[in-house]
C-alpha cells in the first residue's frame, strides 16, 4: 500500500455519461498530481494541485475539470464521456510541487472504460 | 517543449540475460530524473538522478546519467521473470514542466524462463 488511495478501482460506463474519480494523498503530501495513461501515449499529465490551488495544467481537456478539498483529497471529473477516454487514471502525491522532483507516490490507479 | 524518449519500446530476454534500457530527454532547467517499475497498477519508485556520471545502484538494477549528452541508461543484469514490467523514465525541470514529472512512453520487458 503506497498512502495514495484511488476510488472506485473500475469503473465501466456510457459515452456521454459524467464520472468522478477521487484520490485521497499519501499522509503530509500537499501536492496532488492527476496522470491519464493510455495504450499509446504512456502516463500523460493532467493537473496538479498544491493545498487546494491548481498549480499546473497539462494536456487536459475542456470535458475534464479538478479540484482539491481543504481535507487534501481532490476529485477528477469527466463529462460527456467518449470512447477514447477509457484508460487508467493515476493519482500521485508528492510533499509540495517543488518536491515534486524527488518524485511522486502514486496510487493503484482508476481503470476507466467507455463503452 | 520537454520530452522523454525511451528506446527500445519492447524488449524480450531469457532469464539471465544483461539488459540496457535507453532514456533521452528534453527538459527546461534540468532537475532531476527518475526511472520507476509498473509491473501491474501503480509505478514504483526506482531510483533518482540529478548528477553526471554517478551510478546508482540497488541489487541487480543500475543506473547512471549524462547530462552533457541528456540521457540516461537503466541496466538490468541477471534478469529474473520478476523484472518483467514496463520500465519508465521521467525528467523533472524548474521551469516550463513546472516541476512535474514527464514520462516517456515506456519500455515494456518481458523476460521468458
Known amino acids: 500500500d503506497s498512502g495514495v488511495t484511488q476510488t472506485p478501482k473500475h469503473l465501466i460506463t456510457a459515452t456521454g455519461q459524467r464520472v468522478t474519480l477521487r484520490c485521497s494523498p499519501r499522509?503530509?503530501?500537499?501536492?496532488v498530481y492527476w496522470y491519464q495513461q493510455s495504450l499509446d501515449q504512456g502516463l500523460q499529465f493532467l493537473i496538479q494541485y498544491y493545498n487546494g490551488e491548481e498549480r499546473a495544467k497539462g494536456n487536459i481537456l475542456e470535458r475534464f475539470s479538478a479540484q482539491q478539498f481543504p481535507d487534501l483529497h481532490s476529485e477528477l471529473n469527466l463529462s460527456s464521456l467518449e470512447l477514447g477516454d477509457s484508460a487508467l487514471y493515476f493519482c500521485?502525491?508528492?510533499?509540495?510541487?517543488?518536491?515534486?522532483?524527488?518524485?511522486?507516490?502514486f496510487g493503484s490507479g482508476t481503470r476507466l472504460t467507455v463503452v | 517543449e520537454d520530452k522523454v524518449v525511451q528506446s527500445p519500446l519492447s524488449l524480450v530476454v531469457h532469464e539471465g540475460d544483461t539488459v540496457t534500457l535507453n532514456c533521452s530527454y528534453e527538459?527546461?532547467?534540468?532537475?532531476?530524473l527518475l526511472w520507476y517499475k509498473q509491473e501491474k497498477k501503480a509505478p514504483t519508485f526506482l531510483f533518482m538522478l540529478t548528477s553526471s556520471g554517478i551510478e546508482k545502484k540497488s541489487g541487480r538494477l543500475s543506473s547512471i546519467l549524462d547530462k552533457k549528452e541528456l540521457f540516461s541508461i537503466l541496466n538490468i543484469t541477471a534478469t529474473q521473470t520478476g523484472d518483467s514490467a514496463v520500465y519508465l523514465c521521467a525528467v523533472s525541470g524548474y521551469g516550463g514542466s513546472q516541476g512535474n514529472l514527464i514520462f516517456g512512453k515506456g519500455t515494456k520487458l518481458s523476460v521468458k524462463p
Open positions: 527538459v527546461t532547467n534540468f532537475r532531476s
Open positions: 500521485a502525491s508528492s510533499v509540495a510541487t517543488w518536491t515534486a522532483g524527488y518524485g511522486y507516490t
Open positions: 499522509s503530509g503530501d500537499l501536492s
